[in-house]
């Protein structure tokens, strides 16, 4: 075989080890960590709802027993 009949089978070979590298760079996993773009928020109203809801069932039962309604 001549020089000329070896080129197809070196620019086979070529395509296919560069198509091979180039599905294993694709498949590798990619993490990226980023900060929000909005700032986190805490709801804490819930716990203040409930915080005066108690206090001012605790002051109605104490109304209630001290002084009658009727």
Do not use: S, W
Not at 31 to 55: G, Q, W, Y
């Amino acid at each position: 075989m001549t020089l000329d009949a070896l080129f197809p089978f070196q620019l086979a070979r070529f395509a296919v080890v560069g198509a091979l590298a180039a599905l294993a760079a694709a498949c590798t996993p990619t993490v990226a960590v980023e900060a929000p773009k909005e700032p986190i928020t805490i709801n804490l109203n819930v716990k203040l709802d409930a915080d005066v809801r108690l206090r001012v069932e605790e002051q109605a039962e104490d109304d209630v027993e001290t002084k009658p309604i009727f």
